[in-house]
C-alpha cells in the first residue's frame, strides 16, 4: 500500500497526522507497518490476513482482553490504540481490517538466538509470560483456528492436498512423503493432549519474542493473533525448536541443521524461574512437543505447498517445500535427542 492510504489508515486512529511509514518484514502472515508521527512517535500499523483469519473482530476481542494480564514491572506491556470511533480495530473500504499498536523502542528481535544469554532469556520470557497468565480462565477466549495444533487434523488436510496437487509439485515433493506417514504416526503416540487446558500464545518462535537491543534482556512477547486456549507444552516446544536450531526453518543445507544441547540448556535454566505452577505431565511432554512442534510446521508448509502457497507468504517457488524439510530434518534430530533433553527436564524443571 502506499504512503497516503498508509496516513489515511492511521488517522482512523490518531488526530496526529502519520509522518512516515515504512512497511516491515515481520511475520508469514499480516501486513505490518512500522508508522511514525508527526510529533516523532512510533506505532506498529497492521493489516489483518482475512485469509487466516476469517472473524478478525473475535481475534481483536482476544487481544483486548488478555493485555491487561500481560503487564508486569520486569514485563513491557503492548498498548493497543482503538480507532477515534473506540473500535478495536478500523475496517476500509475493502472489508480489511487493521490495528494499531505500541512500537517498543530500543526492542530488537532473533531468528535464532546469537548467545547463550538470549535462548536463557527466551526461556524466561516465556515462563514469565504463562507466570502472568497462569491464573487466567482460558474459556471465555475465543477459538479463533479450531484443531490449531491438531496433528490428526493437519494431516487429514495434507491427504486433501495430495489429491489436488499440481503433478510438478507433488513429484518435487515424493521424496519426502515416506517420512511424513511414518513420523506423523510415531509422533501422534507420544504426544498426550490430556493436560490443563491454559491460556496460550500458540505461536513462540523466537522472532515473536522482543529482547533489549541494548543488552539482550526480555521485554516481551508479541503477535498475539492466536491468544486462545491451548497446551502449554506446544507453547514451549515452539519456542524450543526455533531457540535450540542452528539454522532458519526455511535452510536448504540440510547438512547446516542441528540441535544445540547448550541452546536447550540454557532456555530450560531461564524457564525453570518461573514455571513453578508446571504440574510433572507437563514437564515430561517437553521433548515430545520439541519434535512435534517442527513436525507439524513442516507438515503444514509442505501442505500450503501442494496447495499452491495459499497460506504463508513466500519469496520463492519452492520456499515452503524448502522449509517443510528444514523442519523435518530438526524433527529428527530432536527425536534422537529425546534423553538427553529428559535429563535436563528432571535436573532443572
Not at 517443510?324 to 529428559?342: C, G, H, P, Q, V
Request: overall charge negative.
Amino acid at each position: 500500500m502506499d504512503r497516503p492510504g498508509i496516513q489515511e489508515i492511521f488517522s482512523k486512529f490518531s488526530n496526529c497526522p502519520a509522518d512516515s511509514a515504512r512497511p516491515l518484514n515481520q511475520g508469514l502472515i499480516n501486513d505490518t507497518f512500522q508508522v511514525r508521527d508527526v510529533e516523532g512517535k512510533l506505532y506498529i500499523l497492521q493489516k489483518i490476513n482475512r485469509e487466516v483469519f476469517s472473524e478478525p473482530g473475535l481475534l481483536m476481542e482476544n487481544i483486548a482482553a488478555v493485555l491487561p494480564l500481560l503487564s508486569a514491572p520486569d514485563y513491557t506491556r503492548l498498548e493497543l490504540y482503538p480507532t477515534l470511533e473506540g473500535k478495536l480495530s478500523y475496517q476500509d473500504g475493502q472489508s480489511e481490517h487493521w490495528r494499531l499498536l505500541s512500537f517498543i523502542q530500543g526492542s530488537v528481535a532473533f531468528d535464532l538466538p546469537p548467545n547463550l544469554e538470549v535462548a536463557e532469556n527466551a526461556g524466561w520470557l516465556l515462563g514469565k509470560f504463562h507466570s502472568l497468565l497462569q491464573h487466567a480462565d482460558p474459556s471465555p477466549f475465543n477459538v479463533l483456528i479450531p484443531d490449531f495444533h491438531d496433528l490428526q487434523y493437519r494431516f487429514i488436510q495434507f491427504e486433501k492436498a495430495l489429491e489436488i496437487a499440481d503433478p510438478e509439485r507433488l513429484q518435487k515433493a515424493k521424496p519426502i512423503l515416506g517420512f511424513v506417514t511414518h513420523t506423523a504416526a510415531i509422533l501422534q503416540q507420544l504426544v498426550s493432549e490430556d493436560l490443563p487446558l491454559r491460556l496460550c500464545h500458540n505461536d513462540t518462535k523466537l522472532n515473536n519474542m522482543l529482547f533489549s537491543a541494548r543488552d539482550h534482556a526480555p521485554l516481551c512477547l508479541i503477535d498475539l493473533d492466536t491468544i486462545m486456549p491451548g497446551h502449554l507444552h506446544y507453547d514451549l516446544g515452539d519456542a524450543l525448536r526455533t531457540v535450540v536450531s542452528t539454522a532458519p526453518e526455511d535452510e536448504r543445507q540440510l547438512e547446516n541443521i542441528g540441535f544445540s544441547e547448550p541452546h536447550f540448556t540454557a532456555f530450560i535454566e531461564g524457564l525453570s524461574q518461573h514455571l513453578d505452577f508446571m504440574n510433572e505431565e507437563e514437564k515430561k511432554e517437553i521433548p515430545n512437543a520439541v519434535a512435534y512442534m517442527p513436525f507439524m510446521h513442516g507438515l503444514r508448509a509442505l501442505t500450503d505447498y501442494l496447495e499452491g502457497d495459499i497460506y504463508y507468504k513466500v519469496n520463492s517457488p519452492e520456499q515452503n517445500l524448502e522449509r517443510s524439510y528444514s523442519l523435518f530434518r530438526f524433527t529428527e534430530l530432536a527425536l534422537s535427542k529425546r534423553e538427553f533433553m529428559e535429563h535436563i527436564i528432571r535436573e532443572k524443571l
